[in-house]
């Protein structure tokens, strides 16, 4: 079955420093990966796709399908990064959404 | 509409009580999806729509849990006999198609405490 994995439930790093956040995923397919945020009272929402190719707030995501992941990553952290980043994952049409359980980021100054 | 719709925001209700969550997704969009995400904690997949095809209810935690769903149009989660671990926040999503290169637009969920 398909499955997600972030293995961090909370990475805490300091201002200007790299972040990488870490998602796995399990599926025989060909996948179409996201990544999700949610700051502190506000809604969950996209913040980029792999199809896409797009950096977004200075984050990328590149699609590793030997080592089936796909890290989120940003050279420089901001204290505006503080928040909850989910992983996605999703397959053919009719398939729903498959979400990881979450890291938190935490940038500290 | 301008997005995903919760109602309501906020709901305290008493052990035992059965409360009924409602939302309202973008117009036009076939998938829906309800999540749950307690404090501190990550999404928890609840149940899943699309079109008219037979609702994805794999994540229901028990069968005091239940949604209904009319058409492509509103959705409602019923909890029955509500218990104190049911308090979490209630996260519900659309998305034009479900697959490959689309985006699911998350409401502002319904908070339910149990008391």
């Known amino acids: 079955a398909q499955r997600v994995t972030q293995p961090e439930k909370l990475l805490s790093v300091f201002k200007g420093a790299p972040v990488e956040l870490k998602c796995n995923y399990s599926y025989s397919g060909s996948p179409e990966l996201f990544w999700y945020v949610q700051y502190s009272r506000q809604r969950l929402q996209l913040l980029l796709r792999h199809i896409s190719r797009e950096s977004i707030k200075g984050f990328t995501a590149d699609l590793n399908k030997g080592e089936t992941s796909f890290h989120l990553k940003k050279p420089f952290a901001q204290e505006e990064d503080s928040a909850m980043y989910y992983c996605?994952?999703?397959?053919?049409?009719?398939?729903?959404?498959?979400f990881g359980a979450g890291t938190i980021l935490r940038v500290k100054s | 509409g301008a997005g995903v719709s919760q109602s309501p925001s906020n709901k305290v209700t008493e052990k035992g009580k059965d409360v009924e969550l409602r939302c309202d997704p973008i117009?036009?969009?076939?998938?829906l999806y309800w999540y749950r995400q307690r404090l501190g904690q990550g999404l928890e997949f609840l149940i899943y729509f699309q079109g008219n095809s037979a609702p994805d209810k794999s994540g229901l935690p028990s069968d005091r849990f239940s949604a209904e769903r009319t058409g492509e149009s509103v959705s409602t989660l019923t909890i029955q006999r509500t218990q104190q671990e049911d308090s979490a926040v209630y996260l519900c999503a659309s998305s034009l198609l479900s697959g490959w290169n689309t985006e699911a637009f998350f409401g502002q969920g319904t908070r339910l405490t149990v008391v």
């Open positions: 996605a994952l999703s397959m053919e049409y009719g398939n729903k959404l498959v």
């Open positions: 117009s036009g969009h076939t998938a």
